[in-house]
């Protein structure tokens, strides 16, 4: 037999082999698709729960890169930013469906478009997940008509 003949086991993917929070914080980080989803506005239904999303993104939201412009400063520049962590990707009900944080809590596989599964940052805006060009900053429209502002995004559970 010879040595290329010999297949040897693969590790596993730390996302496959550690839970959250046993994570790195560039493990941790590397698991953002940068989708743009988790900075959109939600409207939620006060007597269900249900989630309604909106096509309206937070103000540091840059629509392009689908990244956060102050990242660092970003709950200190709003109040009311939801900065992830193993326990609270546990407990918010409003993570868009195909967010790995959510797959990897819920034991589930990554989406096939995931860069750390693709190789590649594009692969989330050509499955359609990414919200580049689709949205409006929350400067531009008053809090008062986001409810005509609700869309559904692909993969959105209903």
């Known amino acids: 037999m010879a040595v290329s003949d010999v297949s040897y086991p693969r590790p596993l993917p730390f996302w496959e082999e550690k839970a959250l929070e046993e994570m790195s914080r560039a493990e941790w980080e ?21 989630i309604a999303w909106t096509d309206v993104a937070c103000t540091l939201l840059d629509d392009k890169t689908c990244r956060c412009r102050d990242y660092e400063n970003r709950t200190r520049v709003i109040p009311d930013c939801v900065p992830l962590d193993a326990a609270t990707v546990r ?11 959510r797959l990897i809590a819920e034991d589930r ?21 990414s919200v580049e060009g689709k949205v409006i900053s929350e400067d531009e429209i008053p809090v008062e008509e986001y409810e005509d502002r609700v869309v559904t995004w692909p993969e959105e559970e209903g």
């Open 30 to 50: 590397s698991l953002c698709d940068g989708c743009g989803r988790c900075c959109l506005n939600k409207l939620e239904d006060y007597d269900t729960g249900e």
């Open 109 to 129: 596989d990554l989406y096939w478009w995931h860069p750390l599964l693709s190789g590649d940052p594009e692969t989330v805006k050509l499955a359609g997940i």
């Open 91 to 101: 407990t918010i009900a409003w993570l868009p469906p195909t967010c790995a944080y």
